[in-house]
């Protein structure tokens, strides 16, 4: 399993590091051109509306959405928050997805639509069994 995000190599391998994941598995798209390649969501338009905060949290307890925002802040603070955020601030405003293969057979296909929009973690994991 691999995981890419917004944002430089090192902002990865420390925010990775943050979540106790290890950070070779951990990758930076910065300038975004992999998640141009796959036709991933960009712009205003799909950042916060109430209906995806509101998945988001149905998703997430407390507990967990306060690991994740101490991680980002422990990451921040090792590094500084102008390296772990994007260079080019545009990159914020991209949209993720999740993508499941097995060799090169695509199992699962999901670009998240806005913030919150992500995979269902039942259908994950019935991909990885």
């Not at 509101?54 to 959405?65: A, F, I, K, P």
């Not at 422990?74 to 097995?102: C, E, M, S, Y």
Request: net charge negative.
């Amino acid at each position: 399993m691999f995981f890419v995000g917004v944002g430089t190599g090192e902002a990865a391998a420390e925010f990775a590091k943050e979540l106790g994941i290890d950070p070779k598995l951990c990758f930076g798209d910065e300038g975004g051109v992999a998640g141009d390649n796959l036709g991933l969501q960009q712009g205003v338009g799909t950042m916060w509306n109430p209906p995806a905060v509101s998945t988001m949290m149905e998703r997430n307890d407390e507990d967990s959405l306060k690991a994740l925002g101490e991680a980002y802040k422990n990451a921040a603070d090792n590094i500084g928050i102008q390296n772990l955020a994007p260079k080019d601030i545009k990159d914020t405003l991209r949209q993720g997805g999740t993508f499941v293969f097995k060799g090169d057979k695509l199992l699962l296909e999901h670009y998240d639509q806005k913030v919150g929009d992500n995979a269902k973690i039942s259908d994950i994991l019935a991909c990885v069994k």
